[in-house]
């Protein structure tokens, strides 16, 4: 298929469709953490997304190829996904699932800081200064209010953690040599090594089972099959396809729908400071990607 220079109804609807699975998803972690330990848990969905991967890549004629200048940001790549995902689902034991969302989508604030001194050509502009002084803002607000007794400090500082190990992995990928891998192979990378990490991790945080019903075993599928692996390649996909700056603007959806899902499924409490919140950092969001039109 050919490479589109601006997003389109299909790629709107795709777009759509991905950020309601991710979002769906921070509910499935929430409610699988009641049959397994969330570390475990992690590890876990890791070891099975890898096996899902690995047959993918056999069925599609896709080789593991493994080079000298690879070696070491494929390292990093796992252990920050490792980190990423031990903070997120840690996280989500301890705090609701919408202020865990809000937090942890606040990666885009994160990343663009850094890439202003990282990365070449990656200049903060007014429009992306509004946009990170809204999203800190709503971030601010959300650790701010405390009246809920859903949610604990540490649970709010371990999404935000979570935040800080997704902005690590974008910037291997951006300065490092695996940018040259195929998306496969970076995924091979970050789920191998995080399995092993994590499960050596895992006994760490008490015991491994809590009580596991069949419902948390379908939860586990699900992130297995429809997040850690086919999910996250088809999010590769769509870069290939779309102009990154709109891909990338359609994650404010991700919190959003994840906030309606924790009052929906869960019923979760939100109160003003979540909701303003969530829009301050949603704003923010779209603000920091978009990108001005270029003259024809």
């Not at 779209?286 to 003259?295: A, E, F, G, K, T």
């Amino acid at each position: 298929m050919d490479r589109k220079d601006r997003i389109d109804a299909i790629g709107a609807l795709a777009l759509t469709g991905f950020a309601t699975a991710m979002a769906f998803n921070q509910v499935v972690i929430k409610l699988g953490n009641g049959g397994f330990q969330p570390v475990f848990m992690a590890g876990l969905r890791s070891i099975g997304a890898l096996a899902v991967l690995l047959i993918w890549m056999r069925l599609r004629g896709i080789r593991l190829e493994f080079s000298r200048d690879t070696l070491g940001p494929g390292l990093a790549l796992g252990a920050l996904f490792a980190a990423e995902f031990l903070c997120l689902f840690w996280a989500l034991d301890h705090t609701t699932v919408a202020r865990a969302s809000i937090l942890l989508y606040s990666m885009p604030v994160i990343l663009t800081v850094s890439a202003h001194f990282l990365l070449p050509g990656e200049r903060l502009t007014r429009r992306r200064i509004l946009g990170l002084v809204l999203a800190m803002g709503g971030v601010a607000l959300v650790l701010a209010q405390r009246s809920s007794g859903q949610a604990s400090l540490m649970g709010d500082l371990a999404a935000l953690g979570a935040a800080f190990g997704w902005t690590g992995i974008a910037l291997v990928v951006r300065m490092t040599a695996i940018q040259r891998a195929v998306p496969e192979m970076q995924l091979f990378w970050q789920l191998s090594v995080s399995a092993i990490l994590l499960m050596i991790a895992a006994p760490l945080f008490g015991p491994l089972l809590r009580d596991p019903q069949i419902i948390h075993l379908l939860g586990l599928a699900y992130q297995i099959v429809a997040v850690a692996s086919f999910g996250f390649l088809f999010w590769f996909f769509l870069m290939k396809m779309y102009p990154a700056s709109g891909v990338a603007s359609f994650s404010f959806l991700t919190p959003v729908l994840a906030v309606g899902f924790g009052w929906l499924i869960l019923g979760e409490e939100i109160g003003p400071a979540v909701l303003a919140g969530l829009v301050l950092v949603a704003v923010g969001i779209v603000l920091i990607n978009r990108r001005p039109r270029v003259p024809a």
